[in-house]
């Protein structure tokens, strides 16, 4: 990150309470930092395991508003820190492993056993793609391996391509990418489709999709890009290959929600609950943004949208004398 990054250290973190504390250094918890940190409310972040979030590990990033050209992810997460710390943003670096929503103010306690009290806590830790556990995903991710259809679905016009899943979002996946690519071919390991029947038949009828049913993903060949997939056939134990220049894992998503079970309402997939066109949580002064709370849109975008507007709501739940 930038060399001229806040950092607080044991000697100057302040002995008092923190007006707002963020986790997250994605786009939704820097874009709160900027808006709580222009109303005055000297936010504290908590960069997290992986500081800068998904985009990070992303190469060009192409739709977000505000450049002609293409960004780098990690150059664009930059940004977004730089401009937090203009307006004094302090960053913590590390990670929070314990949290006390029970009682304010709350408490957080880091992996170095820093504790921290603050009034409101915005939760901006996102959710991490599930993969399939390949060596191949991370030699190869950004150079034709993707978690993400609708972020990296534009560079495969006119390509061959498969899918990995089942699923809703395997689906979904497909589906898109039918938009831009030559064909796509959806590798399941059962005989039959976990998504529901609309996104089934959606995806079955078609033309650009096709289907390899009880198969096992072994490896992504290629050495500088994608250039094919090595799957077992569970039925007969054979190998096979199939040529494709981009490989999608669409098993879905996982909210990094584990540290607030039993303290917050979550949905049943895991996501946290947040009030109907808020970003409320089921604990006052608790407030959720970017794709920890959303598993619909899941873009830097939306996720920066819900920053500035869970920051917003921390500034008025604090105005209302709510705080403490």
Not at 98 to 106: A, H, T
Request: aromatic fraction near 8%; proline fraction near 4%; glycine fraction near 10%.
């Amino acid at each position: 990150m930038s060399s001229s990054s806040v950092v607080v250290s044991e000697s100057s973190m302040p002995n008092d309470v923190e007006n707002v504390t963020i986790l997250g250094t994605g786009p939704a918890g820097l874009t709160a930092a900027i808006y709580a940190a222009r109303a005055n409310l000297k936010p504290l972040v908590v960069a997290g395991e992986q500081p800068g979030g998904q985009l990070t590990i992303t190469s060009d990033v192409e739709n977000y508003p505000g450049f002609a050209e293409p960004v780098m992810g990690p150059d664009l997460m930059v940004a977004f820190r730089k401009q937090a710390e203009r307006f004094n943003t302090r960053f913590l670096d590390g990670n929070v492993v314990k949290v006390n929503l029970s009682q304010r103010p709350f408490t957080l306690e880091t992996s170095e056993g820093k504790v921290i009290k603050t009034k409101t806590l915005i939760l901006s830790t996102g959710a991490t793609a599930k993969w399939l556990g390949l060596p191949d995903e991370k030699r190869l991710m950004g150079k034709g391996v993707s978690a993400c259809a609708t972020c990296d679905g534009f560079f495969f016009r006119k390509m061959d391509i498969a899918v990995a899943g089942g699923g809703d979002t395997a689906m979904e996946e497909a589906t898109f990418l039918t938009r831009f690519a030559n064909s796509v071919t959806v590798i399941h390991r059962r005989d039959k489709l976990r998504a529901s029947k609309v996104m089934q038949d959606k995806a079955m009828k078609n033309p650009k999709i096709k289907f390899i049913w009880n198969a096992e993903v072994k490896q992504i060949l290629g050495e500088k890009g994608v250039e094919g997939v090595l799957y077992k056939d569970a039925v007969t134990g054979e190998d096979h290959t199939l040529a494709v220049q981009g490989f999608f894992v669409a098993i879905g998503h996982q909210p990094n929600t584990s540290l607030f079970k039993n303290q917050l309402k979550l949905h049943e997939n895991e996501y946290i609950w947040t009030e109907a066109g808020s970003t409320r949580t089921s604990v006052p002064g608790v407030f959720a943004a970017g794709d920890v709370a959303d598993h619909v849109y899941r873009q830097a975008v939306t996720a920066a949208g819900t920053g500035c507007m869970a920051a917003i709501d921390a500034e008025r739940y604090l105005e209302q004398g709510e705080g403490i």
